[in-house]
């Protein structure tokens, strides 16, 4: 296994802390707001910052919005959790249902050095239990909705954090940036 190897769950929340409406959509994911104090990254950084990602692991549900909203991912390693029949017309796209810790130590961790979980509440939830994350980024938007799938609920044990970094953005998205203290 490689020792450099990072493991960072990503995750776009509403204020109250929901991933998606009650009807599974996430159409409030844009924000039209406007916060004069905020920075705003060029796509010059966004680009940079993205090519330093070596692989992605979604859940199934994810991995579908992913296809709706045009596919951010480009020819980056993806694998995809499920347990469902899914198939892809992408090479760089793998389905995986087996164990997530041999997955990690086994397949992912030697062959990439920063893995980035981003999404599926319930596989945050996993991945944080398994205790194979080492960072949550979370990225608040500036909305509340009141209902929908929650990014963290009823993890069933308590997990320190040590906050790395705080961004605010100039349309009004808070991100957030946690190491996840080992114990």
Avoid at 63 to 82: K, Q, R
Wanted: include cysteine.
């Amino acid at each position: 296994m490689t020792s450099t190897s990072k493991v960072t769950i990503h995750m776009v929340s509403s204020l109250d802390g929901f991933i998606a409406k009650k009807d599974g959509s996430i159409s409030w994911l844009q924000s039209t707001d406007n916060y004069p104090k905020g920075v705003t990254l060029t796509e010059e950084e966004v680009t940079e910052f993205v090519k330093g990602i070596d692989c992605y692991v979604m859940g199934s549900h994810t991995y579908e919005h992913a296809l709706e909203l045009g596919w951010p991912y480009g020819d980056v390693p993806v694998v995809v959790l499920t347990h469902r029949d899914l198939t892809s017309d992408k090479k760089n796209v793998e389905f995986y249902s087996g164990d997530l810790d041999q997955l990690l130590k086994h397949q992912l961790k030697p062959n990439y050095r920063n893995i980035w979980m981003v999404g599926g509440a319930r596989t945050t939830k996993d991945f944080i239990r398994l205790g194979l994350a080492d960072d949550i980024v979370i990225t608040i938007m500036p909305v509340i909705l009141g209902d929908g799938t929650l990014f963290f609920d009823y993890i069933g044990q308590e997990q320190e954090l040590h906050l790395k970094d705080v961004t605010a953005f100039r349309d009004g998205m808070v991100e957030l940036w946690y190491e996840i203290k080992k114990s």
